[in-house]
């Protein structure tokens, strides 16, 4: 069965500090892991498409990495802007249609 | 780009009544629309997909006619709760996505459904 597990499932730290977000994945076959951006009481937005072992996308303060098992969301020197709950989800090669997300990493970045 | 509109944002409605929740891709054709419920601190659950002008594939468990899905155009898709209970009090969203399995889905910003 395809799975998700995010962790740490809070994280706070002070601006400027940098630190990074894991997503461990469990699929049959990988099509693609997502990255989203979950302020609350909104939508996920998305921010970057991992697709083979060895890639790695950036977007300003933030960049992804991908291996075999897990991804890993680095965030270089945060601001409190960038507070939100960041979500993995993992779509099958065999059902392209389906993402399977994991429950999220609650980040506070303080002043 | 690539802006999903769900409306309504928050809907309070007695028991026994039906919710129409609308959602709308309003600058890209969204070829396949989804949607999602999720329950605090949980991870977002899959409900159902939907093609424009075919009928909807729900997943194990959620049933049909308790939720209808209308996908009448390349750019709206509907959410109906039939009947509605406490039970299915949650934050409803839709998403949307452009061509095939390689494009990410594009997420409204959800709806706060109430039962009381």
């Known amino acids: 069965e395809d799975q998700v597990t995010q962790s740490p499932e809070a994280l706070r730290l002070q601006e400027g500090e940098s630190s990074s977000l894991n997503c461990s994945y469990t699929?049959?076959?990988?099509?693609?892991l997502f990255w989203y951006r979950q302020d609350p009481g909104k939508g996920p937005e998305f921010l970057f498409t991992?697709?083979?072992a060895g890639e790695e996308k950036e977007k300003e303060r933030l960049k992804a990495t991908l291996t075999k098992k897990e991804s890993f969301l680095h965030i270089t020197a945060p601001k409190p802007e960038d507070s939100a709950t960041y979500l993995c989800?993992?779509?099958?090669?065999?059902?392209?249609?389906?993402?399977?997300f994991g429950t999220g990493t609650r980040l506070q970045v303080f002043p | 780009g690539a802006v999903v509109s769900q409306h309504p944002s928050w809907v309070i409605c007695k028991s026994g009544t039906s919710v129409k929740i609308e959602c709308r891709s309003l600058?890209?054709?969204?070829?396949?629309m989804f949607w999602y419920r999720q329950f605090p601190k949980q991870s977002l659950m899959l409900m159902a997909t939907?093609?424009?002008?075919?009928?909807?594939?729900?997943e194990q468990g959620v049933e049909k006619d308790k939720f209808l899905i209308n996908h009448a155009s390349l750019t709206l898709s509907t959410l109906t709760v039939t009947s509605a209970h406490p039970e299915d009090s949650s934050f409803y969203i839709c998403?949307?996505?452009?061509?095939?399995?390689?494009?990410?889905?594009?997420f409204g910003d959800g709806t706060r459904l109430s039962i009381l």
């Open positions: 998403s949307a996505r452009s061509g095939g399995g390689d494009q990410p889905q594009h």
């Open positions: 699929v049959s076959g990988l099509r693609g």
């Open positions: 991992l697709y083979s």
């Open positions: 989800a993992v779509q099958d090669l065999y059902n392209t249609d389906k993402l399977i």
């Open positions: 600058d890209f054709q969204a070829t396949t």
């Open positions: 939907s093609n424009e002008g075919s009928k909807a594939t729900y």
